[in-house]
């Protein structure tokens, strides 16, 4: 729950930045008028921007220790393709949705001396929505961006793969197996979380549209809703946390 506080501040914190650093551009484009002079006109003509992307990202999880003393988690790598569209309402806010098929991987090691070889590789796809405001910075072609907002995702499919093992009186014996995950009561498939990020942007004018633009952004994914419900006498929520950075080209009109 202190993580959760944390990184919650964090994000309201990166917001207010950017707010902040846009209100005094405003305040200063005010005083300009009232000197009698016009303050010079930003380069904003396209409204609707629609574009794609795709880049790597990692998974871990969060989750009560209780009964996985023997157990280690770590982050795998997975990827996060899809679509963005954008709406700008001023030169410096818009509003941003991403609709990805987005992969969000991780690995469980046993570490008991002799379970040593065993380990589980969990492998999760998610239909994915983050809606994000979006504060802009910079000049007319290099931007930086600022994001915050939530999202909501759809699990849709799921397998995991490894190594278990078999013992009798005296043998311990490891065996690889892969298999599909099969749903039921026990999981939550729609979650919904906190996401937020920088960015960086650069506008040119391009084959497609009068404002081409290529950017780069770093988003951190915090799930708030459990994808599993826990049993019928014991609760055993589960959380996913992913760190995405994506390469996005956008057609602008």
């Not at 609707?48 to 157990?71: F, Y």
């Amino acid at each position: 729950m202190k993580n959760i506080f944390i990184k919650a501040i964090v994000l309201v914190l990166l917001c207010w930045t950017a707010v902040e650093a846009n209100a005094q551009v405003d305040s200063k484009e005010i005083v300009n008028i009232e000197k009698g002079s016009l303050p010079i006109q930003p380069d904003f003509n396209a409204k609707w921007s629609i574009g794609m992307k795709m880049g790597p990202n990692w998974t871990s999880i969060s989750q009560s220790n209780s009964g996985r003393i023997d157990e280690t988690y770590s982050p795998l790598l997975g990827l996060d393709p899809g679509i963005q569209v954008r709406y700008a309402f001023t030169d410096w806010l818009a509003i941003r949705a991403d609709l990805s098929f987005m992969t969000r991987s991780y690995r469980m090691d046993r570490n008991l001396h002799y379970l040593d070889p065993v380990y589980t590789k969990y492998n999760n796809a998610f239909i994915t929505l983050p809606i994000m405001a979006d504060f802009s910075f910079g000049g007319k072609k290099l931007q930086g961006h600022a994001y915050c907002g939530g999202y909501g995702a759809f699990w849709a499919f799921a397998d995991k793969e490894g190594k278990t093992y078999w013992m009798t009186d005296y043998y311990v014996y490891f065996e690889d197996f892969n298999e599909q995950r099969q749903f039921n009561n026990e999981d939550q498939r729609l979650i919904a979380g906190a996401v937020g990020g920088l960015g960086l942007s650069y506008s040119f004018f391009g084959p497609v549209s009068k404002k081409d633009v290529i950017s780069i952004d770093v988003l951190y994914y915090y799930d708030l809703v459990s994808h599993h419900k826990g049993y019928t006498h014991l609760s055993d929520p589960r959380y996913l946390n992913t760190l995405s950075i994506t390469l996005g080209l956008a057609f602008s009109f």
